[in-house]
């Protein structure tokens, strides 16, 4: 997005300098990292990490309201609502496009957003990686707000831990050495030194719950939450007898389960921002708008893009059987801007947001990017290509 800093890394690029660094990468927990990492990182400047900014905040203003878990208790599934709820969030992730508007100028756009983790460990080893290999200019940093690489972690452990010894915490996911985030897991737990424990191995006993290792079992005080309920309604019946994790149980959460559901899709439609796309709830549209070619249809209770209609017809929207748990939301163009040796590449940036014990609201800490030549982001649509993938932005000072 800077040409100049975009023509100087791609002149000294190299593929042997591209694989060493890909071997380096997968050297410390070797065959862990299943998605592909993309050749560049992204270079911001500093007007356009303004108007991310500038966006997330007016949604934490919109979130801290008083009056937000009362706009947003529909959101939570009647049989997955989680007792124990805290005041607010942990973790906000913000995902942002890299779209040109009608006047060919860019501006970022919200695609999504989640009140849940997503890649916290492996971003910050991740860059300490990428810097080693790649000449990544002084003027610029991945972080925000004048964190660093130990800033950050020490943020995160302490939001995860909580005061609480590591190994009373744990890094909760279904089947976990198994899930394509796993390279995440592993350095969560090298850096915050917390078990990673499946949720077929918890076991209960009243409202506690612990786990064993090495024929002990350890009571659990915290759990760092990774399981999607979406994913696991959909495993459920495979995964046996388990422990139901929705009950009143005598454990904290990070972040509580709920926020999943009151900050993401649902959010949505109460945002009205230059930087958020226009979005309705399905049920709710008294006229459905004639130029359906201009916006995609998303339900609200999904993970990883699932269900997600981008090319809508009225035989979409008359097939829905309950609008309510879906929104219309006008689609945003994305800008070919990343140049690399082929195709241009078009980007995504993940803002993370992290709340601090004791502060008013969350702040902007650091981002994962991703980049795509296909016509969504993600691993499906970019097979066969290259420049594209997981990678970083760096941040103009």
């Not at 050297?27 to 007007?47: L, M, Q, W, Y």
């Not at 991945?142 to 130990?150: K, T």
């Not at 997600?308 to 748990?325: A, F, R």
């Not at 929104?327 to 163009?333: A, N, S, W």
């Amino acid at each position: 997005m800077i040409p100049e800093i975009r023509n100087q890394f791609n002149r000294n690029f190299s593929e042997e300098t591209y694989q060493r660094f890909l071997s380096d990468l997968n050297s410390k927990h070797p065959g862990a990292i299943e998605f592909r990492i993309a050749e560049t990182p992204i270079f911001i400047p500093k007007d356009f990490t303004n108007k991310i900014i500038e966006a997330c905040e007016a949604i934490v203003d919109i979130t801290t309201k008083p009056n937000f878990k009362e706009q947003t208790n529909r959101a939570i599934p009647e049989n997955e609502n989680v007792p124990n709820e805290n005041e607010h969030t942990d973790f906000i992730a913000f995902d942002f496009g890299i779209c040109e508007n009608e006047k060919g100028e860019l501006e970022p756009q919200l695609v999504e957003m989640q009140a849940f983790p997503t890649l916290f460990g492996f971003q910050a080893y991740y860059g300490e990686i990428l810097e080693k290999y790649f000449g990544i200019p002084e003027i610029f940093s991945n972080y925000l707000n004048g964190y660093n690489e130990e800033s950050y972690l020490q943020l995160l452990k302490e939001i995860i831990l909580n005061g609480h010894n590591p190994e009373n915490v744990i890094l909760l996911e279904i089947k976990p050495y198994e899930q394509k985030t796993r390279i995440d897991f592993y350095c969560t737990q090298d850096y915050i030194h917390i078990p990673i424990v499946c949720l077929t191995e918890l076991i209960q006993e009243g409202k506690r719950l612990f786990y064993n290792k090495d024929g002990r079992k350890i009571e659990i005080k915290r759990i760092y939450n990774r399981v999607i309920f979406d994913e696991l309604a959909q495993k459920k019946e495979s995964l046996g007898k388990i422990v139901d994790i929705t009950q009143p149980l005598d454990v904290e959460w990070a972040s509580h389960p709920n926020w999943f559901y009151r900050i993401s899709k649902f959010t949505l439609p109460l945002i009205h921002h230059p930087y958020v796309p226009e979005t309705f709830y399905l049920n709710e549209i008294k006229q459905i708008p004639s130029d359906l070619e201009n916006y995609v249809l998303k339900p609200l209770f999904s993970f990883a893009g699932q269900g997600v209609i981008i090319d809508i017809t009225q035989k979409d929207i008359d097939e829905v059987k309950d609008p309510e748990n879906w929104i219309l939301q006008r689609k945003v163009k994305y800008a070919d801007i990343i140049q690399t040796p082929g195709a241009p590449a078009k980007a995504e940036i993940r803002i993370f947001y992290f709340w601090e014990k004791g502060k008013p609201r969350p702040v902007a800490v650091n981002n994962l990017a991703r980049l795509s030549k296909g016509k969504m982001i993600g691993v499906r649509y970019n097979m066969d290509k290259d420049w594209v993938g997981g990678s970083m932005a760096y941040f103009e000072k």
